[in-house]
């Protein structure tokens, strides 16, 4: 019975880490949807990202079923919360990657994101995507080390987050309001996936050694 | 044993109320620092949101503590798992009213809202306490047909925010672009407030009934 518990227990984590997988590869089309104005890219991101909900529902009830069967104490108990926790993070990055998606598709045959800030949006997206996929083989390795340097990471977002307020707020913007509403909201959601990649770096190292880990990058967490 | 296990787990259903309450204040506060272009509001309202996180970190411990000792199941689990989801909620809440803030801390003194959206923004602030407060009553008194209720508002949200999308993306906006973005992210915070209330009433209604409310109005639960 423990045994078929801890394989429970594994199997879980181990769809979380497929659900990284599925976030990272959402992050990635949502993102050639936008820049590239590809309406069928943009329809199979919003389509898709029903299976991440699905994921969401069946982890949840797995986690609740080992929280009511198991009575898990200590280290697996923290494996069971923060693995609650890490699959609403994961859904929510999915839904804004959906959002990245939508815009694209509102816009078509237009390209949301004006040529001026297309590098700016390249770049974000690259760095979100390895964030997540950082968050996810940090928890697969349970490797705390490499979930604590996610709050680089963070902090080379903000950067990019902030050039592109400055090209959003110069003296002359180019192109039009709506343009500038689209992008503003578009960095949004890319910061926050930032965000919840780093808030799922924080779970791992409590997952691997029991503290929650301190500080102003982590205060999402 | 069990009695003072009861009452613990009260305690935290009652301090869940206690933070609906402080982010409901916060939101309200916020939303006036924003429209009166209010420093010290502002300033107050990034101040308190510490309690908050502080209340967060409190919570969240008691109720790992009661996983752990208690091996709680059935409506006492149910009620745990939600508490912990609904923490989450309220802090993430307080963030966005914090977010509003620091808005308006950054274009003081002029007022970052331009007269013709403030009626608007008076609005969506309205609809967004009254949700928290909702969600927060509908706790307290495990009243399910209360939380249900608040996918209604929720499209009064939506409603408020397109027409804000109509005015930013007329023919002609008469003002900054600056003013643009900042609509637009303000717009994005208040309707995310308005998410996290309908989560946190799909939770009460998850722990009154023991089942997670179906439906699209509920995609975010």
Known sequence: MREAYREDLSSVVEDLVLMTERVVTAVHLSTRALLEADLAL?????????VLDAQHDDLEARCFVLLARQAPVAGELRTIVAAMRMVADLVRMGDLACHVAK??????????????LVPNFELMARVAEGMVATAGRALSERNAHDAAKLADSDEEMDELRKSQFRILLG????????????????????????????????RVIYVVTGNHPAGDNWTYA
């Open 42 to 50: 943009a329809e199979q991101v919003i389509t898709d990202d029903a």
């Open 103 to 116: 815009i694209a598709r509102l816009r078509y045959p237009t390209k949301a994101v004006p040529e001026g």
């Open 171 to 202: 003296t002359e913007w180019p192109y039009s309001v709506e343009a500038a509403v689209d992008v503003a909201l578009l960095g949004r959601y890319y910061e926050r996936i930032a965000d919840h990649a780093v808030i799922m770096a924080s």
